[in-house]
C-alpha cells in the first residue's frame, strides 16, 4: 500500500470508528485484556498492554474501562480466553488482506470470516498466503501545516524513523516497531501534534484500484471485518485514489 491510500485508509476507518464507537471500544478493551494476561497489569513493563491504552485514549475511552480490561486481564476479576489468530486471503482485482482477530471460539469465527470473502467476490486462503507481502511497521502521520519538513524530517529521523513522505496534506512516518515508542514521545515532547498513530502491517507492494465497483467491494469487505466483533484490526494492499475513496465516504 503506497503512503497516499494509507493514510486515505486511515481516514476512510477513522469515518467508521467514530460513527461506532461503543464496538470500537469493546474491541479495545479485548485486546487490553489480553495483553494485561499475557504480560501484566502494568503498562510501564509491559510495551503491548501500553499500546493497547494508547488506542483505548485515542478512542475516547473512560479510564474506568480501561481499569476494569486490565483487572479481568490479570484474573482480578474472572479470567480471560481470547487467542490470536490471522485470516488472510483476497479480495476482488487481487487485492490482498490479512484479518487480526481475537476470539474464544476458532470454529465460529473462521467460517464467519470465510463467509465475509466469499460475499464480497474474494476468498479466504490458507495461513501464510499473503502476510509475506507485509512488513510489521510504526506508523505515524502529522498535519502539514503544523511543522516544517526540514524540520520535522530532521526531528524524526534523529529520533529513529526509517523515512518519511509528504503527502500533501499529512507527512507520514514510518520506523522500525523498536523505535515507535521513542518517536511518538520525541514528536510529544517537542508540541508536535500527532493525526494518526499505530503499529502496523504495510505491504511491500500496492495494487492499483482505478474502478469504483472493485473500490467498493474492496471496502466493503473491511467494513463487514470492521464490524466484526471478533477483528481487531484489518491490513490490505489496495491503492485507491482519494476522489473515490470520497464517493465510497458519501
Not at 497516499?4 to 464507537?21: C, L, P, T, V
Not at 489480553?34 to 488506542?55: C, E, F, Q, T
Not at 514510518?174 to 502496523?200: G, V
Request: hydrophobic share 35%; aromatic share 6%; with cysteine.
Amino acid at each position: 500500500m503506497s503512503g497516499h491510500s494509507h493514510w486515505s485508509g486511515i481516514k476512510y476507518k477513522k469515518a467508521i470508528n467514530d460513527a461506532k464507537r461503543g464496538k470500537v471500544w469493546s474491541k479495545v478493551a479485548k485486546m487490553i485484556m489480553v495483553a494485561a494476561k499475557n504480560g501484566g497489569g502494568d503498562p510501564s513493563a509491559n510495551l503491548a498492554l501500553r499500546y493497547a491504552i494508547d488506542k483505548g485514549k485515542a478512542g475516547n475511552m473512560p479510564k474506568d474501562t480501561i481499569e476494569k480490561a486490565i483487572k479481568k486481564g490479570t484474573g482480578e476479576l474472572g479470567s480471560v480466553n481470547f487467542e490470536t489468530v490471522l485470516y488472510e486471503g483476497y479480495a476482488v482485482g487481487g487485492v490482498a488482506i490479512m484479518v487480526d482477530a481475537l476470539t474464544d471460539n476458532r470454529s465460529r469465527t473462521g467460517p464467519e470470516i470465510k463467509k465475509m470473502f466469499d460475499r464480497r467476490g474474494g476468498a479466504m486462503g490458507a495461513p501464510g498466503c499473503v502476510s509475506y507481502m507485509f512488513k510489521k511497521k510504526g506508523l505515524i502521520t502529522v498535519k502539514a501545516d503544523a511543522v516544517a519538513e526540514n524540520d520535522l524530517m530532521e526531528i524524526v529521523l534523529s529520533a529513529g524513523a526509517d523515512d518519511m513522505e509528504s503527502l500533501g496534506e499529512v507527512y507520514e512516518i514510518t520506523c522500525d516497531p523498536a523505535s515507535y515508542d521513542q518517536l511518538k514521545k520525541t514528536l510529544e515532547d517537542r508540541k508536535i501534534p500527532i493525526e494518526a498513530s499505530e503499529i502496523s502491517m504495510v505491504p511491500d507492494n500496492s495494487i492499483e484500484i482505478t474502478d469504483d465497483e472493485q473500490a467498493r467491494k474492496i471496502m466493503g469487505l473491511v467494513d463487514d471485518f470492521e464490524d466484526h466483533d471478533d477483528v481487531q484490526n484489518v491490513y490490505a494492499n489496495y491503492d485507491i485514489p482519494d476522489s473515490i475513496m470520497e464517493k465510497l465516504r458519501n
